[in-house]
């Protein structure tokens, strides 16, 4: 008795665990779709329900094995957890039984517990939503099994049911057709059909599930019964009757607010073949009604309506074919309260823009020049965005000051009213910049047949400019700026805009996509935070649809190459500019990199060249003129510096970016970009003289003295006489860089107005000792510039032309006198000087007698003077009479010794004898070369009496003292 005692006590106790740790599916956690399942004992064919669980992983028991069955299911994805179970009742009727099931979560140790009682079916009952089908549209129907106490079984899939059509009037076409499931909606259940697969394959064998659907065709009344096949229950039927008639619209859309007066037709719709179409009025088959006919009246064939005085009805369409079937619509007659605009930008197309919204009435609208809007006029019951009146034609609104010099406006077409349902619409074309007003007016009846009042609206119109982005090197209709990126450098970015009617910076708003990647501030700096892709937005603050955008694109800079823009040679003395820029991994430019200026380095390779620091580059960009950092077809300057240029020679200038990626966890290892460029100075390109004129009526040039001290007078300007010729040597300028660029060595010569022909002078190559030489000739009078120009030219590793040139002037013309230089070893400039400006007297005889020793020969030698005191450096094609006049026993021509010493008649040699006196030296110009022509011997015979100059000799006794040296010697 104990033992029994103890063992119900042990049940009683286990009983309570159970229930306390038993929950509901309404509580949070692990639960069931069902406590409760009402399944059909054991037919011909099996009834399985799945009981669905959900927040755990369930373990399934049960209480009576023999009734029932319980198949777990598991997760594809975990195929230890289960989360539902398939139910099948296993035992034929022999009463009503009551059985539970246990879904333990394995996680948790909570236990649901489902009930399941299996009973007989008492009866069938066809379930639908709604006994009305639209034509062309289908309906689900489900036959429920119910047991003797009305209580629903959980589910009948599995059994077999027999469905019928049936016209109800005999004779008839078939309103409904049956569809089968496979070829349904239901059928889309893309792997989650539950029990459709199990009522697929009853209809596939030929019979029917208890799930059917039917698809209306005709318009009337189809009987639909459904039979129960199992053996003993083919008593259990059930019949409905399903109605098919047009669906039905009626626009305007309910309710509709009109004014009094307003006369407008109502469209009405149908829906024929899953397609909207207009139904023709008058209609045979559609009449049209209303319920108050003092507040509107309807035409009841045509659906034509009137508002006759405030108040609301109801106008009414049947459809005569189908008895009930209507559609109703609500019509109140209405006072306005308020008018107002409505602007909405257009595509291209004249179609909406997808995102933006119609903006009411405001103080003013923005435009932008070269768009189109849609100007809505709409009148509401109350304030705006409340009821909205329906507006008919018959109603005054008016759109006035249409025409402006700022906007277009004018009608929209039929096609696009009815397109959109744009009605009292205008489209607003924008022109150019200026503000405006436009006025709306509704002018309409406040009672019935009492006088008119308006409403007004006044709306003024700022047409501005699109807003772009003003970018140097981004083009295109899809703007790309690439900007470089290093850990600590962060490549900032002024963008500048326009338009939008802006005044300030402030005018405009400024967004990024993604701010981790590109930062944007209030006034347009964008600034580089990371690699990655971002869009910058500008957008007026007037106009939200007025904007501009522009694609940012940050990468690691993979190479770095010299720009090409800056020359690669300079004269020595003088600065040389260089700069480099940076590539992204595609080998595209970067719109900006000037952040990575101060963190390249910068070296040469000689001590001719020097890096010169910031504060002195800032002041030679100053006196220079900073060259265009930002205006590069080869990308723009990331780095640059100056080079100054000390003596002549190559080097290599080399620049480095070295960046630890130590700092940034992202990153790791340096990046190491170098760029390098051979650059050269060169010594000024000189002109000089390399003959000397003393012997051929020119000025002496002391060339050993000049070659030993490498020092060469600088060669400005030269006076010829035509016919005569000069050898000049050029010295400095570029050397040749290689032989992939060509070096460039050319004369140009040219005239002003006073030289006879251009080719007066020729300029012709001579050989000379490791120089280049000229010889200079005239062949003309004329005065004429030489430019001498040597250089290289664009090659590889030269990318800019660097050209030295030296003018020279070349006067050819005859001397405008003459002067005689007397006991002087050469032509010396001073000597020359001196004689020229020496006083004369009759005949051109100098005043002042020069004063030589006698017992002597002495050289005597004429000079070419110009106009302004020049001495020509070549006169030798004009020919000389030498005179010796009071000199007889005092001096006499050296014929031996000039034949042996002079090369021309400039220049002549006298023998002095031991003799004192005086004695008159003369030479004067009488003829020229036949060489040069007879052209100018007029002019010459012009100028005898000037090209003429005679010098008195005064010949005195040497002085000699005897002993010459003397030693004194004392000693006190």
Same mark, same amino acid.
């Given at each position: 008795?104990?033992?029994?005692?103890?063992?119900a006590?042990?049940?009683?106790f286990?009983?309570?665990?159970?229930?306390?740790?038993?929950?509901?599916?309404?509580?949070?956690?692990?639960?069931?779709?069902?406590?409760?399942?009402?399944?059909?004992?054991?037919?011909?064919?099996?009834?399985?329900?799945?009981?669905?669980?959900?927040?755990?992983?369930?373990?399934?028991?049960?209480?009576?094995?023999d009734?029932?069955?319980?198949?777990? &299911?598991?997760?594809?994805?975990?195929?230890?957890?289960?989360?539902?179970?398939?139910?099948?009742?296993?035992?034929?009727?022999?009463?009503?039984?009551?059985?539970?099931?246990?879904?333990?979560?394995?996680?948790?140790g909570?236990?649901?517990?489902?009930?399941?009682?299996?009973?007989?079916?008492?009866?069938?009952?066809i379930f639908? !939503?709604?006994?009305?089908?639209? /034509?062309?549209?289908?309906?689900?129907?489900?036959?429920?099994?119910?047991?003797?106490?009305?209580?629903?079984?959980?589910?009948?899939?599995?059994?077999?049911?027999?469905?019928?059509?049936?016209?109800?009037?005999?004779?008839?076409?078939?309103?409904?057709?049956?569809?089968?499931l496979?070829?349904s909606p239901?059928?889309?259940?893309?792997?989650?059909?539950?029990?459709?697969?199990?009522?697929?394959?009853?209809?596939?064998?030929?019979?029917? $599930?208890?799930?059917?659907?039917?698809?209306?065709?005709?318009?009337?009344?189809?009987?639909?019964?459904?039979?129960?096949?199992?053996?003993?229950?083919?008593?259990?039927?059930?019949?409905?009757?399903?109605?098919?008639?047009?669906?039905?619209?009626?626009e305007?859309?309910?309710?509709?607010?009109?004014?009094?007066?307003?006369?407008?037709?109502?469209?009405?719709?149908?829906?024929?073949?899953?397609?909207?179409?207009?139904?023709?009025?008058?209609?045979?088959?559609?009449?049209?009604?209303?319920?108050?006919?003092?507040?509107?009246?309807?035409?009841?064939?045509?659906?034509?309506?009137?508002?006759?005085?405030?108040?609301?009805?109801?106008?009414i369409?049947?459809?005569?074919?189908?008895?009930?079937?209507?559609?109703?619509?609500?019509?109140?007659?209405?006072?306005?309260?308020?008018?107002?605009?409505?602007?909405?930008?257009?595509?291209?197309?004249?179609?909406?823009v997808?995102?933006?919204?119609?903006?009411?009435?405001?103080?003013?609208?923005?435009?932008?020049?070269?768009?189109q809007?849609?100007?809505?006029?709409?009148?509401?019951?109350?304030?705006?965005?409340?009821?909205?009146?329906?507006?008919? &034609?018959?109603?005054?609104?008016?759109?006035?000051?249409?025409?402006?010099?700022?906007?277009?406006?004018?009608?929209?077409?039929?096609?696009?009213?009815?397109?959109?349902?744009w009605?009292n619409?205008?489209?607003?074309?924008?022109?150019?910049?200026?503000?405006?007003?436009?006025?709306a007016?509704?002018?309409?009846? $406040?009672?019935?047949?009492?006088?008119?009042?308006?409403?007004?609206?006044?709306?003024?119109?700022?047409?501005?400019?699109?807003?772009?982005?003003?970018?140097?090197?981004?083009?295109?209709t899809?703007?790309?700026?690439?900007?470089?990126?290093?850990?600590?450098?962060?490549q900032?970015?002024?963008?500048?805009?326009?338009?939008?009617?802006?005044?300030?910076?402030?005018?405009?708003?400024?967004?990024?996509?993604?701010?981790?990647?590109?930062?944007?501030?209030?006034?347009?700096v964008?600034q580089?935070?990371?690699?990655?892709?971002?869009?910058?937005?500008v957008?007026?603050?007037?106009?939200?649809?007025?904007?501009?955008?522009?694609?940012?694109?940050?990468?690691?800079?993979?190479?770095?190459?010299?720009?090409?823009?800056?020359?690669?040679e300079?004269?020595?003395?003088?600065?040389?500019?260089?700069?480099?820029?940076?590539?992204?991994?595609?080998?595209?430019y970067?719109y900006?990199?000037?952040?990575?200026?101060?963190?390249?380095?910068?070296?040469?390779?000689?001590?001719?060249?020097?890096?010169?620091?910031?504060?002195?580059?800032?002041?030679?960009? &100053?006196?220079?003129?900073?060259?265009?950092?930002? &205006?590069?077809?080869?990308?723009?300057?990331?780095?640059?510096?100056?080079?100054?240029?000390?003596?002549?020679?190559?080097?290599?200038?080399?620049?480095?970016?070295?960046?630890?990626? @130590?700092?940034?966890?992202?990153?790791?290892?340096?990046?190491?970009?170098?760029?390098? $460029?051979?650059?050269?100075?060169?010594?000024?390109?000189?002109?000089?003289?390399?003959?000397?004129?003393?012997?051929?009526?020119?000025?002496?040039?002391? /060339?050993? @003295?000049?070659?030993? $001290?490498?020092?060469?007078e600088?060669?400005?300007?030269l006076?010829?006489v035509?016919?005569?010729?000069?050898?000049?040597?050029?010295l400095?300028?570029?050397?040749?860089?290689?032989?992939?660029?060509?070096?460039?060595?050319?004369?140009?010569i040219?005239?002003?107005?006073?030289?006879?022909?251009?080719?007066?002078?020729?300029?012709h190559?001579?050989?000379g000792?490791y120089?280049?030489?000229?010889?200079?000739?005239?062949?003309?009078?004329?005065?004429?510039?030489?430019?001498?120009?040597?250089?290289?030219?664009?090659?590889?590793?030269?990318?800019?032309?660097?050209?030295a040139?030296?003018?020279?002037?070349?006067?050819?013309?005859?001397?405008?006198?003459i002067?005689?230089?007397?006991?002087?070893?050469?032509?010396?400039?001073?000597?020359?000087?001196?004689?020229?400006?020496?006083?004369?007297?009759?005949?051109?005889?100098?005043?002042?007698?020069?004063?030589?020793?006698?017992?002597?020969?002495?050289?005597?030698?004429?000079?070419?003077?110009?106009?302004?005191?020049?001495?020509?450096?070549?006169s030798?094609?004009?020919?000389?009479?030498?005179?010796?006049?009071?000199?007889?026993?005092?001096?006499?021509?050296?014929?031996?010794?000039?034949?042996?010493?002079?090369?021309?008649?400039?220049?002549?040699?006298?023998?002095?004898? !031991?003799?004192?006196?005086?004695?008159?030296?003369?030479?004067?110009?009488?003829?020229?070369?036949?060489?040069?022509?007879?052209?100018?011997?007029a002019?010459?015979?012009?100028?005898?009496?000037?090209?003429t100059?005679?010098?008195?000799?005064?010949?005195?006794?040497? /002085?000699?003292?005897?002993?010459?040296?003397?030693?004194?010697?004392?000693?006190?």
């Amino acid at each position: 008795m104990k033992l029994l005692r103890s063992a119900a006590f042990l049940v009683a106790f286990t009983a309570l665990l159970v229930v306390g740790k038993t929950t509901s599916h309404l509580s949070p956690g692990p639960h069931v779709t069902d406590v409760n399942i009402l399944l059909p004992p054991k037919m011909t064919r099996p009834v399985e329900y799945r009981l669905q669980g959900s927040d755990g992983c369930f373990k399934w028991s049960w209480d009576h094995h023999d009734i029932l069955s319980v198949i777990p &299911e598991y997760n594809a994805s975990n195929s230890q957890c289960s989360t539902s179970a398939r139910l099948r009742s296993i035992a034929p009727f022999t009463g009503r039984k009551e059985t539970a099931i246990y879904a333990a979560d394995v996680h948790t140790g909570i236990v649901i517990r489902c009930k399941v009682f299996i009973d007989n079916i008492s009866r069938i009952q066809i379930f639908h !939503n709604s006994i009305k089908l639209d /034509l062309d549209g289908l309906a689900t129907l489900r036959a429920r099994a119910f047991d003797s106490e009305d209580n629903v079984f959980s589910s009948l899939a599995g059994l077999q049911f027999m469905w019928q059509l049936m016209p109800e009037t005999d004779g008839l076409p078939h309103h409904l057709v049956h569809v089968p499931l496979r070829d349904s909606p239901l059928s889309d259940c893309g792997g989650l059909c539950g029990d459709l697969n199990i009522q697929i394959e009853l209809e596939d064998s030929g019979v029917f $599930s208890d799930l059917y659907v039917v698809k209306g065709v005709e318009i009337g009344h189809e009987n639909v019964s459904v039979h129960f096949l199992e053996p003993q229950f083919k008593h259990l039927a059930d019949k409905i009757v399903l109605t098919v008639a047009e669906a039905m619209s009626l626009e305007p859309p309910s309710p509709v607010l009109v004014l009094i007066g307003a006369a407008f037709r109502y469209t009405l719709k149908v829906i024929r073949g899953n397609i909207l179409q207009v139904v023709a009025l008058p209609s045979p088959h559609h009449r049209w009604s209303v319920l108050n006919s003092s507040v509107a009246e309807v035409d009841h064939m045509s659906g034509f309506a009137q508002a006759l005085s405030l108040g609301v009805t109801s106008v009414i369409v049947e459809d005569t074919r189908v008895a009930g079937h209507m559609q109703v619509s609500s019509l109140n007659v209405v006072l306005p309260d308020t008018l107002c605009l409505y602007i909405m930008p257009l595509s291209d197309s004249g179609d909406p823009v997808d995102g933006l919204k119609a903006t009411p009435s405001l103080a003013r609208w923005f435009v932008v020049s070269g768009r189109q809007y849609l100007i809505q006029m709409k009148v509401f019951l109350g304030g705006p965005d409340a009821q909205e009146i329906y507006i008919t &034609e018959s109603d005054d609104l008016k759109l006035h000051n249409e025409q402006s010099k700022y906007w277009t406006i004018f009608m929209l077409s039929e096609e696009i009213v009815d397109k959109h349902g744009w009605r009292n619409s205008r489209i607003l074309r924008a022109n150019s910049l200026g503000l405006g007003k436009i006025t709306a007016s509704l002018t309409y009846f $406040s009672r019935q047949q009492e006088r008119k009042k308006v409403l007004n609206v006044v709306q003024e119109i700022m047409v501005c400019d699109q807003v772009k982005f003003s970018l140097d090197g981004a083009s295109g209709t899809h703007q790309t700026i690439l900007l470089p990126w290093t850990p600590t450098i962060y490549q900032e970015v002024e963008l500048k805009a326009t338009g939008g009617c802006a005044k300030t910076s402030s005018d405009y708003k400024w967004f990024s996509s993604d701010t981790t990647t590109v930062s944007i501030s209030p006034f347009g700096v964008l600034q580089a935070k990371k690699p990655g892709k971002a869009t910058v937005r500008v957008v007026s603050v007037f106009d939200s649809s007025n904007h501009d955008e522009v694609v940012i694109e940050v990468s690691v800079p993979s190479s770095m190459i010299m720009l090409q823009n800056f020359p690669v040679e300079t004269v020595v003395g003088s600065h040389l500019p260089a700069a480099v820029t940076m590539k992204a991994p595609d080998g595209a430019y970067y719109y900006r990199c000037d952040a990575f200026h101060l963190f390249l380095k910068w070296k040469v390779g000689s001590e001719s060249f020097v890096i010169v620091n910031a504060t002195e580059g800032a002041l030679i960009a &100053e006196n220079l003129g900073n060259f265009h950092l930002y &205006e590069s077809v080869y990308g723009p300057p990331c780095s640059w510096t100056y080079i100054y240029a000390s003596g002549p020679g190559q080097t290599t200038l080399q620049a480095t970016l070295l960046k630890e990626y @130590h700092l940034d966890q992202s990153f790791h290892g340096s990046l190491i970009l170098k760029a390098s $460029s051979r650059i050269a100075a060169y010594p000024p390109l000189t002109v000089h003289q390399v003959v000397d004129g003393s012997q051929f009526g020119g000025y002496w040039l002391d /060339l050993g @003295h000049a070659e030993a $001290s490498n020092h060469l007078e600088l060669l400005e300007s030269l006076y010829l006489v035509p016919g005569t010729s000069l050898d000049i040597m050029l010295l400095g300028g570029p050397a040749p860089w290689d032989k992939d660029v060509d070096y460039l060595e050319t004369v140009e010569i040219s005239g002003d107005k006073h030289a006879s022909r251009k080719d007066g002078i020729r300029v012709h190559r001579i050989s000379g000792n490791y120089q280049i030489m000229y010889r200079v000739s005239c062949q003309t009078v004329g005065i004429f510039d030489l430019v001498f120009k040597r250089g290289n030219l664009v090659g590889d590793g030269h990318p800019l032309p660097a050209i030295a040139d030296v003018a020279l002037s070349l006067t050819c013309s005859f001397p405008s006198s003459i002067a005689l230089i007397v006991d002087e070893p050469v032509n010396r400039h001073d000597a020359i000087r001196l004689a020229s400006i020496a006083d004369h007297s009759t005949g051109q005889i100098r005043t002042t007698p020069v004063t030589v020793a006698n017992g002597q020969t002495i050289r005597v030698a004429a000079v070419g003077i110009g106009v302004s005191g020049e001495a020509f450096a070549n006169s030798s094609s004009l020919s000389l009479k030498w005179e010796l006049s009071s000199c007889e026993g005092l001096a006499y021509w050296a014929d031996a010794y000039e034949l042996q010493k002079s090369k021309s008649s400039w220049e002549r040699f006298l023998v002095l004898q !031991n003799e004192s006196g005086q004695c008159i030296v003369r030479a004067t110009v009488i003829g020229l070369d036949d060489a040069v022509g007879s052209n100018y011997l007029a002019q010459l015979r012009s100028l005898e009496n000037v090209l003429t100059d005679a010098v008195k000799l005064q010949l005195v006794s040497s /002085l000699r003292v005897n002993p010459e040296f003397n030693l004194l010697y004392f000693n006190p």
